[in-house]
């Protein structure tokens, strides 16, 4: 399965120039196993686990998941197209 949710992770986000990491696109919102929505966070991608890395408060957060923790996955992002 992780094959798969890397695949997730990269369509919910973009390359950081000069770093391994990734940043959430705008107006993607990020949520693993139904817990805590991430809105504007940076991912990095390791070999054995996913930290994801927030700023709140004047603090940095960073959580980190095992690859083979993870259960689900839920993107949300803007509605593209005309709205009917």
């Not at 990020?30 to 994801?52: D, P, T, Y």
């Not at 408060?57 to 095992?66: A, E, P, R």
């Amino acid at each position: 399965m992780k094959e798969t949710w890397e695949k997730i992770f990269e369509y919910a986000s973009m390359p950081v120039h000069g770093t391994l990491s990734r940043k959430l696109r705008n107006g993607v919102t990020l949520q693993i196993n139904e817990g805590k929505r991430f809105e504007s966070a940076v991912l990095f991608l390791g070999e054995s686990f996913i930290r994801i890395t927030e700023e709140e408060d004047g603090k940095m957060i960073n959580s980190y998941y095992d690859w083979q923790s993870i259960q689900s996955i839920r993107t949300y992002s803007p509605k593209e197209g005309p709205t009917k």
